[in-house]
């Protein structure tokens, strides 16, 4: 569970996604958009057009990890932009997967870019 909650790093892909994409069709996004290997310990965060859910794709070493998270009420609020994915730090992780909505995503990718 520890890789879970402290993956390599956190990609947030940017550009919203469609939801009925499972771990085969989000890695293909993952090599495309960032060049990356799914299977290389990092997290990567997917949001749908209407940001109520994200879904997270982890590899653990021994297989792939997909979990989805919908929210009830609010929406998770982070800007468009043309790159591929941002990086985040442990503590926005945390925030995301604790589900902090009110976090200002929009200024934290402001600063990546």
Known sequence: MSLITNPGEIWLMVAPVDMRRGIDGLSVL???ALQRS???G???VFCNRA???IK????????????QRRLHRGRFVWGRSD???IVLTSSQWEWLIA?????????????KI
């Open 30 to 32: 993952v090599e495309q």
């Open 38 to 40: 799914p299977c290389s």
């Open 42 to 44: 990092s997290a990567f």
């Open 51 to 53: 940001s109520s859910r």
């Open 56 to 67: 997270v794709l982890l590899w653990d070493g021994t297989g792939v990890w997909l979990c």
């Open 83 to 85: 790159t591929g994915g």
């Open 99 to 111: 589900g902090w909505v009110g976090v200002a995503w929009v200024a934290i990718l402001r600063e």
